[in-house]
């Protein structure tokens, strides 16, 4: 089974407005961790921001926040004020488990492409 | 502040070669991953290292193998290529989750194989 679904194969948005990208998770582990990675089209993969499965505040990382809902086992990210250099893929991951040293690999979802249009 | 290295960052080999792709992780980081994303396709956990022993497996190939070694950097072995094989493979170090960190992973830029 799917542990990462991110619905939205592509998005399109207008520079300067907001956009949600959807995730949603799938854990029987009380103990998780969720991470957005972006992709522009050269290939590197870049953090964007965390949220612990006991996080009591939503997390943000300047334009980027993590709209964190537990109880409905999602993860959106939300992009405020959208730039042309945010086209990219966008991917959900988890971290399942307790802190065990090296059995901490990220499981991704199928990601999300993001068009920013001037 | 010094990121993952990974090398060659472009690689072409033809069908039954054998490459060998390399990795050097943050300094200090204690856990090394490697994943493979074949075109438009999400990344998928292979292998992993903690402290320089293998802590996980994932997808990897038996014509794949992996190391670390001693001064921590590690290598991907793989042997009689597919053309499947075709992908970007990233290299990923962190820190063990604890100590309020997260484990978030930090990739390197991915070394791009094309298998001909």
């Known amino acids: 089974a799917q542990k990462i679904t991110q619905t939205q194969p592509g998005m399109f948005v207008q520079e300067k407005e907001a956009v949600t990208l959807d995730c949603t998770y799938d854990t029987s582990d009380p103990s998780y961790g969720l991470f957005w990675y972006k992709q522009p089209s050269s290939g590197e993969m870049i953090f964007l921001i965390y949220?612990?499965?006991?996080?009591?505040q939503n997390a943000t990382e300047g334009r980027y926040s993590l709209n964190f809902q537990k109880a409905r086992k999602s993860a959106n990210l939300v992009i405020s004020a959208s730039q042309l250099g945010d086209s990219a893929m966008y991917f959900c991951?988890?971290?399942?488990?307790?802190?065990?040293?090296?059995?901490?690999?990220?499981?991704f979802g199928k990601g999300t492409k993001l068009t920013v249009n001037p | 502040a010094a990121g993952v290295i990974q090398s060659p960052r472009h690689l072409i080999k033809e069908k039954r070669e054998t490459a060998t792709l390399k990795c050097y992780p943050i300094?200090?980081?204690?856990?090394v991953y490697w994943y493979q994303q074949g075109p438009g396709q999400d990344p998928q956990f292979l292998i992993s290292f903690y402290e320089k022993m293998q802590s996980d497996k994932g997808s990897i190939p038996d014509r794949f193998s992996a190391q670390q070694f001693s001064d921590y950097h590690s290598e991907l072995n793989m042997s009689s290529l597919e053309l499947g094989d075709s992908a970007l493979y990233f290299c990923?170090?962190?820190?063990?989750?604890?100590?309020?960190?997260?484990?978030?992973?930090?990739f390197g830029e991915g070394s791009r194989l094309t298998v001909l």
């Open positions: 990923a170090s962190s820190l063990s989750v604890g100590r309020g960190r997260t484990g978030e992973l930090f």
């Open positions: 300094p200090r980081h204690d856990t």
């Open positions: 949220q612990g499965s006991y996080d009591q």
């Open positions: 991951a988890m971290r399942e488990g307790p802190e065990q040293g090296g059995s901490e690999k990220l499981v």
